[in-house]
T-cell receptor, first 118, second 113 residues
Framework: AQKVTQAQTEISVVEKEDVTLDCVYE???????LFWYKQPPSGELVFLIR??????QNEISGRYSWNFQKSTSSFNFTITASQVVDSAVYFC???????????????FGKGTKLTVNP | EAQVTQNPRYLITVTGKKLTVTCSQN?????MSWYRQDPGLGLRQIYY???????DKGDVPEGYKVSRKEKRNFPLILESPSPNQTSLYFC????????????FGQGTRLTVV
């Protein structure tokens, strides 16, 4: 069964600090997809990144970077030089590929609440 | 603009009074799903639909019904709401399945008293 664990319930940092949000996943599939979503205080869910299990290259997008390591079943998210606008709840999620028909579900971790203080 | 629209955004109701939360998407997506979000539990899937007239249970389907009579709409029905269904609800749609980027509605905050 799929499972996503975000061990950090809440993190508080001061602006300009770097912060890493941890995500550990469990799956028996060899083909799967990993995601990060952001939920700002306004409540909507914002897609950040999607990664498939065959692509272990790290990715950088501005101040955001993601480290995917299959050996440790982790997909960690780092924000460099954090800003107050980064304050949000961040969810890691996993979807298992189910042949050609697409996956039935996205399994979410419980989320990490990040507070960036000025 | 590509979007998923949920209505209402906020709802307070009484126990046992049937209600429907609507969800509509304008992207011609085949897949739609409902999630509920509760503190400390993250988001959990209630029901999903792989296509018109095809629906199936997610992880927490008890007390909910859905229908998919047309591709764009996927309403969530609470026949007899109870206080434990107080939650934040999200509708999502994807082109085929949840292994692609999901588009979420703005959320519906439901309170059952």
């Amino acid at each position: 069964a799929q499972k996503v664990t975000q061990a950090q319930t809440e993190i508080s940092v001061v602006e300009k600090e770097d912060v890493t949000l941890d995500c550990v996943y469990e799956t028996r599939d060899t083909t799967y997809y990993l995601f990060w979503y952001k939920q700002p205080p306004s409540g909507e869910l914002v897609f950040l990144i999607r990664r498939n299990s065959f692509d272990e290259q790290n990715e950088i997008s501005g101040r955001y970077s993601w480290n995917f390591q299959k050996s440790t079943s982790s997909f960690n998210f780092t924000i460099t030089a954090s800003q107050v606008v980064d304050s949000a709840v961040y969810f890691c999620a996993l979807s298992e590929a189910e042949g050609e028909g697409g996956s039935e579900k996205l399994v979410f971790g419980k989320g990490t609440k990040l507070t960036v203080n000025p | 603009e590509a979007q998923v629209t949920q209505n209402p955004r906020y709802l307070i109701t009484v126990t046992g009074k049937k209600l429907t939360v609507t969800c509509s998407q304008n992207m011609n997506h085949e897949y739609m799903s409902w999630y509920r979000q509760d503190p400390g539990l993250g988001l959990r899937q209630i029901y999903y639909s792989m296509n018109v007239e095809v629906t199936d249970k997610g992880d927490v389907p008890e007390g909910y019904k859905v229908s998919r009579k047309e591709k764009r709409n996927f309403p969530l029905i609470l026949e007899s709401p109870s206080p434990n269904q107080t939650s934040l609800y999200f509708c999502a749609s994807c082109p085929t399945g949840m292994n692609t980027e999901a588009f979420f509605g703005q959320g519906t905050r439901l309170t059952v008293v």
